[in-house]
């Protein structure tokens, strides 16, 4: 009986262990991301100017709003952990992977619906 006991409370220690670190990763990630949120809005902006030769200027803020729309609540999301310390459990990393996967497929409609005519821009496009 006592070595179930002992193996329980190692087991429990090596998941409070792991809540632990898992709680500072996703810390760490919500205090850097805001520098690569502007960055990717910045990106954009290129993105905006090398778009701008083949579509209108509709499209393309649509696109642009839709970008900077994810990336707000992304970042909120993010600041609103910080600020409240929420605990970290694995419904508020998947929320933050669901966030990140979105921000993905938002990022890909450039190269893949709007592609522009020219092939330097193209490559430009790709590369971004």
Not at 24 to 39: D, G, K, T, W, Y
Not at 47 to 74: H, K
Request: proline fraction near 4%; charge should be neutral; hydrophobic fraction near 45%.
């Amino acid at each position: 009986m006592q070595p179930t006991m002992a193996a329980e409370s190692s087991s429990i220690q090596n998941s409070e262990s792991q809540q632990r670190v898992q709680t500072e990763q996703v810390m760490i990630f919500c205090r850097l991301s805001p520098a690569s949120l502007l960055s990717g809005a910045l990106a954009g902006l290129f993105i905006i100017y090398v778009l701008l030769r083949d579509y209108s200027i509709y499209q393309v803020l649509g696109w642009y709003t839709l970008l900077l729309t994810i990336i707000g609540v992304r970042g909120l999301y993010l600041r609103r952990i910080l600020q409240k310390h929420i605990a970290v459990d694995e419904t508020t990393v998947k929320k933050i992977l669901a966030i990140i996967a979105i921000d993905g497929l938002v990022w890909c409609i450039p190269s893949t619906l709007l592609i522009p005519s020219e092939p330097s821009n193209q490559v430009i496009l790709s590369c971004s």
